[in-house]
């Protein structure tokens, strides 16, 4: 039970935003820019970073949210779940496996991103621009995990909300939708 009084219909983080929306605009805005705005690094790329960092902080919201969104986005089911296994072995890209690498040594600690793991990446063809980026949403979810957890937001069991999530995120990005969440209210999520 959420330590907050959060609207039911809202689970994880859309709760938080929606009970803070002076707060929630920068927030929306910043990931808004980092996983939908111009980059060299795909959306899909971009889901893939805050899902591993999510599985690494054991935040279950966001880790079925963003995975389900790679999945999407990615077209298929199996990616992400053998990223979350191993990434060394996952079928992405060298470039991409050094990226998940330093996203997920940021949620270890920013001290744990080293020169080598960043030499790694530039030697797999990441740019500069890239790598920041991949620290800054690894630093971003982070913060995520630590806020849907950290008041004990409600993560729901049904594999259909995230998929219906993850169309959302898809379609309309991090944007608070125009009409706000209303159209939610039938639903109740524990």
Do not use: W
């Amino acid at each position: 039970m959420p330590y907050l009084p959060l609207e039911k219909h809202l689970p994880g983080i859309t709760g938080l935003l929606e009970y803070r929306k002076d707060t929630a605009e920068p927030i929306r805005k910043l990931t808004q820019t980092l996983l939908r705005g111009a980059s060299t690094l795909t959306e899909a790329e971009r889901e893939m970073i805050a899902a591993i960092v999510s599985h690494n902080n054991e935040c279950r919201f966001c880790t079925t949210a963003h995975t389900a969104t790679a999945d999407l986005l990615l077209g298929d089911r199996e990616t992400m779940q053998k990223i979350k296994q191993d990434i060394e072995t996952a079928p992405v890209s060298e470039k991409m496996k050094a990226l998940l690498i330093i996203a997920r040594q940021v949620q270890k600690g920013g001290k744990n991103v080293t020169e080598a793991l960043v030499n790694r990446a530039k030697d797999a063809g990441a740019t500069d621009v890239e790598i920041h980026d991949t620290v800054l949403i690894a630093a971003l979810f982070c913060l995520y995990n630590r806020y849907v957890d950290g008041l004990a937001t409600v993560a729901p069991n049904d594999p259909a909300f995230y998929e219906t999530l993850a169309k959302r995120l898809v379609d309309n990005g991090y944007n608070r939708l125009p009409g706000g969440y209303d159209q939610l209210k039938n639903r109740i999520f524990s």
